[in-house]
């Protein structure tokens, strides 16, 4: 059994975690965290996040603490700022890491980059395994169409998203810029006023926030008298947390570096 501590335990994905790896033969979970301050810090895992029966593991405030079972892996779902720094004392303990918390810039993806010298990380802004193919479908009708076609990228989340554009999004964004031969210079990010016509190379990145929503992605690609509009929607968070769980499997097994989803996959690199 892979032994695994979750962070962020009270969390919409921590808590989904928790349910999925406790339910595993695969998994023995031997931390679990949630930050500072935080009400269930001392109680049980299990009852932190909701799952009913204890679990005989109590909710700790510092990573290293929650470490000191012997873990093999941490998966990780809080923030891009929390991430960095259970990054650093994963590559001071050389403990694995799966990484699907969004909002990293410039700055705190380079410092995941430089603990992944160390240790083996996967860092994935959206762990769903259809997404992924998603991503990787985007890439390939892009290459094929061509330059005949405007794309676009919608995604809609629930109310209580903090990012935007979201990271799925994001990647989508990057990957199609890359089948087409464009760069981060033709993202537009908002349209507002007299925008003139629509520039060849520009890829739209378009955010909706509201309600429950889960999380939904699609790229549209416009032609002239024909459209092609590639979809993922993700009605619960459970698919989210068995890609993690694969990442972990498979992280655990690696060496020192810097991976994303379509290794863990197998898919095409992009």
């Known amino acids: ?10 969390g919409r994905m921590g808590s989904t975690l928790m349910r999925l790896a406790r339910s595993s033969r695969d998994f023995a979970i031997v ?4 930050r500072q301050g935080s009400p269930v810090v001392g109680l049980d895992a299990a009852l932190a996040a909701r799952m009913g029966e204890p679990l005989g593991l109590a909710v700790v405030d510092n990573l290293d603490r929650a470490l000191e079972a012997g873990a ?11 991430s960095v720094a259970h990054a650093r004392q994963c590559a001071a303990k050389g403990v694995a ?17 430089e603990c992944a010298r160390s240790i083996p990380v996967v860092l994935a802004p959206n762990t769903s395994i259809g997404v992924n193919v998603v991503i990787q479908m985007a890439a390939d009708l892009a290459r094929v169409l061509g330059q005949g076609f405007d794309v676009e990228v919608l995604e ?24 087409l031969g464009r760069n981060s210079e033709d993202l537009t990010f ?12 520009e890829i739209g990145v378009q955010a909706l926030r509201g309600g429950d929503v ?28 068995k890609g993690a769980l694969r990442a972990a499997e498979w992280v655990a097994r690696q060496r020192p570096g810097l991976y994303d989803m ?5 898919l095409q690199r992009t």
């Open 214 to 241: 889960v999380g939904e992605h699609t790229v549209f690609f416009f032609g002239e008298g024909e459209r092609i509009e590639l979809t993922h929607r993700a009605t619960s968070r459970d698919q989210f947390g």
């Open 97 to 113: 890491m799966v990484i699907g918390s969004t909002g990293f810039n410039a700055d705190t993806r380079h410092q995941v980059v």
């Open 156 to 179: 809609t989340h629930h109310r209580m998203k903090k990012d935007s554009p979201s990271g799925t999004a994001l990647r989508l964004a990057e990957v199609l810029a890359g089948s």
């Open 262 to 266: 379509a290794n863990v996959l197998g």
């Open 190 to 201: 908002a349209r507002r006023g007299w925008i003139g016509p629509r520039p060849e190379r």
């Open 1 to 10: 059994m892979l032994r695994t501590v979750i962070t962020g335990v009270t």
């Open 72 to 82: 093999q892996v941490v998966i990780d779902f809080t923030s891009a700022e929390a």
């Open 31 to 34: 931390g679990a965290t949630a």
